[in-house]
T-cell receptor, first 116, second 115 residues
Framework: GESVGLHLPTLSVQEGDNSIINCAYS??????FIWYKQESGKGPQFIID?????DKRQGQRVTVLLNKTVKHLSLQIAATQPGDSAVYFCAERITAGGTSYGKLTFGQGTILTVHP | DTGVSQDPRHKITKRGQNVTFRCDPI?????LYWYRQTLGQGPEFLTYFQNEAQLEKSRLLSDRFSAERPKGSFSTLEIQRTEQGDSAMYLC?????????????FGPGTRLTVL
């Protein structure tokens, strides 16, 4: 997608289409990845997560793919609906010294707009 | 509604004033996090509690910021001598250490505007 005034990538789709949102993460030591959906004026809402020992995980209408070789994460939304319109963030967690504090590092968000 | 609540939802203050925000996590969650989010950016980690102990603080947390979780339940975040650069959404999240994925649930946030 192209950048907008807020410097976030955007993705516009028609209702019923499949959407793919991409994310590049920064740290090869990250062991856990999450996708969050954030609607205007609300906090991030958990969508789906995946551990580094997996390369694919499916939920209801959503699939997360993890490619550790290129440090890339993607979120696929099937049959996108207008209610899916939001900003989507990927986040990574790093386990430090065997104790995971759970601190999340968020990537740049993507604005998804679904047209009826 | 995730079960994490924050109060107030909005706060407008003048530069130099002190402000305090409150977070009530999901009741059985022993971990509590504070994040800050500015417009167009993802949330940035500020600090983390396990029960009442504050175990990690980001370098973003200047000495004007202080957070407490006195009884291991609710938490407060105080900003002293606010500056315009403090204007942001302050998010609280909680998680349960014993869960397999330790997923974090976020509250609705407190939007701070410093005039």
């Amino acid at each position: 997608g192209e950048s907008v005034g807020l410097h976030l990538p955007t993705l516009s789709v028609q209702e019923g289409d499949n959407s793919i949102i991409n994310c590049a993460y920064s740290n090869s030591a990250s062991d856990y990845f999450i996708w969050y959906k954030q609607e205007s004026g609300k906090g991030p809402q958990f969508i789906i997560d995946i551990r580094s020992n997996m390369d694919k995980r499916q939920g209801q209408r959503v699939t997360v793919l993890l490619n550790k070789t290129v440090k890339h994460l993607s979120l696929q939304i099937a049959a996108t609906q207008p209610g899916d319109s939001a900003v989507y963030f990927c986040a990574e967690r790093i386990t430090a010294g065997g104790t995971s504090y759970g601190k999340l590092t968020f990537g740049q968000g993507t604005i998804l707009t679904v047209h009826p | 509604d995730t079960g994490v609540s924050q109060d107030p939802r909005h706060k407008i203050t003048k530069r130099g004033q002190n402000v305090t925000f409150r977070c009530d996590p999901i009741s059985e969650h022993n971990r509590l996090y504070w994040y800050r989010q500015t417009l167009g950016q993802g949330p940035e980690f500020l600090t983390y509690f396990q029960n009442e102990a504050q175990l990690e603080k980001s370098r973003l947390l200047s000495d004007r910021f202080s957070a407490e979780r006195p009884k291991g339940s609710f938490s407060t975040l105080e900003i002293q001598r606010t500056e315009q650069g403090d204007s942001a959404m302050y998010l609280c999240a909680s998680s349960f250490q014993g869960s397999s994925y330790n997923e974090q649930f976020f509250g609705p946030g407190t939007r701070l505007t410093v005039l």
